[in-house]
């Protein structure tokens, strides 16, 4: 599927605008077969509870083009692996809803089944339920949103139980892609849990050749966009040390880390050869999230590793939404502006460097993805 793309990029092509320079894709060649796994932030385009606040655009037999326009729906479907955090649930019940003592900060989503096949006709194939929306409305609904990301085509993984902590994607090729995913709420598998995090990362490693380790944590809005490297508290929650918690799961097999929570972009890393997404912020949010400043950018991580996970290349991606929301491509590059910017403030010691145009390089590197 990425192969029709790179003769394109080879070459360089404009999108929106937007020049995309010659980038290595997934593709043969004499180091092997190599994967583009896309990962973004927060996703919930929509919610009926209490009261309605759809996108009109989003409708069952909806266009991706039209939806959030043709660069973006092309660059999303042109991945073996697009990945998502599921922010809400997906279902029709309406018992079980939690109680919110205080609206200004507590939300409850619900967004109906079909939004599950909208994602998969999208591009996305595998989606984190591990986050504090997951449990919107109790076990139920995190059982019912599983269920039906899972009828539609998509790996889903988040909550601790049985068949739900972890999942595994199939390639056309044979390759397996896993997915463990971990929060900061009751139903999960906490974030600062560490020695059940490597214990599930190093099984999850035994049954699939890549590995990707998705983590809900650090504190909320514009104000704490930078790493702390240390426990973040917020409205009395232990959110997790987010920066500890990629160096584990790498630690323990990981190949890719894909974080969110903040809703904000923080910094990325290369770490051992592999990549670390420390937050990828909002991404498809409608109607109830703030879109201001850089809580509208929706970076796309664009990783680029080989059939043993070791990162061979990668770029950020830049995308924004405007209220009421819904993602297109940003041709000012600035999400990965801001993200260049806060790996270099935050993780002076990895090295790690991110072009203006996204593309990301590390100490040692290979030839073939500078």
């Known amino acids: 599927m990425i192969r029709r793309n790179l003769l394109a990029l080879a070459a360089g092509v404009t999108l929106a605008g937007v020049t995309l320079a010659p980038f290595l894709g997934g593709q043969a060649s004499a180091q092997g077969r190599s994967y ?35 660069e973006l729906a092309r660059i999303l479907r042109d991945a073996d692996v697009t990945f998502g955090n599921m922010e809400g649930t997906l279902h029709t019940a309406n018992d079980g809803a939690k109680r919110c003592g205080n609206p200004q900060y507590c939300y409850t989503f619900r967004s109906p089944p079909w939004h599950a096949e909208v994602l998969r006709r999208v591009g996305f194939n595998m989606m984190s339920q591990a986050n504090n929306h997951a449990g919107d409305f109790g076990p139920h609904g995190r059982i019912e949103t599983h269920r039906n990301l899972t ?14 902590r972890t999942g595994i994607l199939t390639l056309k090729d044979g390759t397996k892609v896993g997915l ?46 930078h790493l702390t490297k240390a426990t973040e508290m917020y409205l009395g929650e232990n959110r997790g040390d987010v920066y500890r918690f990629g160096h584990v799961a790498v630690d323990a097999g990981a190949d890719i880390v894909f974080c969110h929570g903040p809703h904000v972009p923080r910094a990325v890393e290369v770490y051992k050869d592999r ?48 209220m009421p929301g819904g993602p297109r491509i940003d041709p000012g590059h600035t999400a990965a502006r801001a993200i260049a910017e806060l790996t270099a403030s935050d993780v002076p010691e990895s090295r790690t460097v991110v072009a203006p145009d996204g593309r990301i390089s590390w100490p040692g590197m290979t030839r073939a993805s500078r």
Not at 152 to 164: E, N, R, T, Y
């Open 275 to 322: 990549f670390i997404a420390y937050s990828l912020g909002n991404f498809w949010t409608y109607g109830r999230f703030n879109l201001k400043g850089h809580q509208a950018m929706a970076p796309i991580a664009e990783v680029i590793v080989d059939k043993s996970g070791k990162l061979r290349a990668a770029r950020i991606i830049s995308a924004k939404q405007e």
């Open 151 to 164: 009828r539609a085509g998509i790996v889903s993984a988040g909550a601790d139980q049985d068949g739900m």
């Open 36 to 70: 583009k796994i896309l990962g973004v932030g927060d996703v919930m385009m929509g919610s009926d509870y209490p009261q309605p606040i759809m996108d009109a655009r989003v409708t069952p037999d909806a266009d991706p083009a039209r939806m959030i326009g043709p």
């Open 180 to 225: 463990a995913a971990f929060g900061h709420n009751p139903g999960l598998v906490w974030n600062n849990d560490y020695g059940r995090i490597t214990a599930i990362i190093r099984e999850l490693k035994r049954q699939a050749n890549v590995v990707i380790a998705s983590c809900h944590a650090g504190a909320e809005g514009g104000a704490v966009l």
